[in-house]
């Protein structure tokens, strides 16, 4: 080990794997807590890609009403995988949230590996990484969420390891060019984590070996370019338009005041519930201690480029959603802060004394702040921060359950030609396969290219509504979850039962058009 962390030399590291073996057993124990709490089942907006997934094995392509070609998904990596399996007739649920769980596993062991790329000599970092991502809230419930969340976090970490082996051992970017790809397949912040990575490539040639281009770099964008442009081009000739329709529905680029207003109030959120007055003067440590190497400045380009992307679109309603790619990251550079504070006291200690008893007491310490600031992280994320801003709020279970099981009684019991509208585009046009109005956009490309006044000043992804065509849509019944009917005159409450636990009813408020005899 090197002498850089003499004080970090005890027996408990000569088998590292244990601890990250450990940290998945955490991990997982985690994400079940998560998944009982969620209802057992994947959350509203991953069956929105259900949907896709299903019309595509069908043989209706990746819509979301058959005939109607609207990009309301960002995931398409992620949707054809669910649709492979559900050709294989499984349920996507049970599919999605075991392949988000094997992807945070498999995080961890890629978090494991980079380490020992990066810092060979050092098998604490690793460790106490692994540890922080087990007990982390937004890891653990996104994992389990049955979106692709897991699938790109893993890709842009593997990517971005591969960057840096590839570097290292001057190799080309063949690999780190196809993981990207990948990942932008998967997510289109995937594109921005390319351009990152090559732009910094190509400053570390200029920089550091003194060359402009290299094969390996050609490599790099060859593969990547190769890969993800006839993807591009298809998506771009089958929907018609450059970005996604949820970017358009989400997003504004005009008077983004408000929207950046909003993108800073969500990172200082998401950083107040991660401990970010400790953790991130702890992740700034190794760029003033020692010399920013190929593998810090590339983190660390990442990570600020990402942040500036969520706070120009202005966050996520969600807490931690859009952070868990740049997590495995935080967390490698916060191990190796709290490493380097640690050699420090230790080289303090021993000028101090040489006292074996003293030593002893350092590393006994730190040990306790190590296992004392797990238990604080998963407090202050998990049960301070997803589970009581999100879960419970949202009663995630109960709402699953009651929009579940009005899907399914809709598809019981009423004709195949019903048209609905809802503000939860997921279980409940899923369940019911009925053709649906999208009322707040992501799945309509009209709603989503309307003008908002203060676009960026409301809840993220709710703020597009245009009742007006809504009306003039005319769907059979309207599910909502607020009352924002009473008193129409041309739609009035269904009464009926379709739930045996009454306590699911007032989750879903239900609008029948006037004169419809769908269901009497």
Not at 218 to 237: D, E, I, M, S
Request: a neutral charge.
């Amino acid at each position: 080990m090197s002498e850089r962390y003499p004080a970090v030399k005890t027996r408990l590291l000569r088998r590292p794997w244990l601890y990250v073996a450990l940290a998945c057993i955490i991990l997982v124990a985690h994400e079940a807590f998560y998944y009982r709490d969620l209802g057992g089942a994947a959350v509203d907006d991953a069956f929105i890609s259900f949907r896709y997934a299903e019309n595509l094995v069908s043989g209706q392509g990746l819509v979301f009403n058959a005939g109607e070609k609207v990009e309301g998904y960002t995931n398409f990596l992620w949707t054809v995988i669910l649709a492979a399996f559900m050709r294989l007739g499984l349920d996507p649920s049970a599919v999605s949230v075991v392949l988000g769980a094997a992807l945070s596993v498999a995080t961890l062991w890629v978090v494991y590996r980079f380490c020992a790329v990066i810092l060979p000599s050092q098998p604490i970092i690793p460790i106490i990484a692994v540890l922080g991502l087990a007990v982390d809230g937004s890891f653990a419930l996104w994992a389990v969420s049955g979106m692709e969340t897991s699938l790109f976090a893993f890709l842009v970490l593997s990517a971005l390891a591969g960057h840096v082996w590839e570097w290292q051992k001057e190799k080309p970017g063949f690999v780190s060019g196809a993981l990207l790809a990948l990942a932008a397949m998967t997510r289109p912040e995937g594109v921005l984590v390319f351009v990152v990575l090559m732009l910094h490539q190509l400053a570390g040639r200029v920089l550091v070996r003194r060359s402009f281009v290299s094969s390996a770099d050609v490599a790099k964008a060859g593969t990547f370019v190769g890969l993800y442009l006839p993807y591009f081009l298809w998506r771009y000739y089958y929907y018609g338009f450059l970005l996604p329709n949820t970017f358009y529905a989400k997003v504004t680029v005009q008077d983004v005041g408000a929207q950046y207003e909003r993108g800073l109030r969500h990172v200082a959120t998401f950083g107040r519930l991660h401990l970010g007055w400790l953790l991130a003067p702890l992740a700034l440590v190794p760029a003033f201690t020692r010399r920013i190497s190929f593998w810090l400045s590339a983190v660390l380009a990442v990570i600020a480029v990402y942040l500036g992307y969520i706070i120009y679109v202005g966050g996520d309603w969600s807490v931690g959603r859009f952070f868990v790619p740049l997590l495995p990251l935080g967390y490698v550079l916060v191990a190796t802060g709290l490493t380097e504070t640690y050699a420090a006291a230790g080289r303090l200690v021993r000028r101090a004394t040489q006292s074996r008893t003293a030593i002893a007491a350092l590393q006994a310490s730190a040990l306790a702040v190590l296992a004392a600031g797990c238990v604080i992280l998963f407090d202050s994320t998990s049960l301070h921060g997803e589970h009581e801003l999100f879960v419970t709020p949202f009663q995630a279970g109960r709402a699953t359950e009651a929009r579940v099981a009005f899907g399914r009684w809709l598809a019981g019991n009423v004709p195949q030609d019903t048209y609905i509208a809802v503000d939860a585009a997921g279980q409940i046009p899923f369940y019911s396969r009925l053709r649906t109005l999208d009322m707040f956009g992501v799945n309509d490309v009209h709603t989503a290219h309307i003008e908002v006044d203060e676009m960026g000043s409301g809840v993220p992804g709710h703020e597009k509504f245009d009742f007006d065509y809504i009306m003039w849509r005319q769907p059979d019944l309207i599910i909502a979850s607020a009352p924002f009917l009473d008193g129409s005159d041309m739609y009035e409450r269904l009464d009926v039962v379709w739930t045996d636990d009454p306590s699911l009813i007032g989750f879903l408020f239900i609008y029948r058009r006037n004169g419809w005899a769908g269901y009497s």
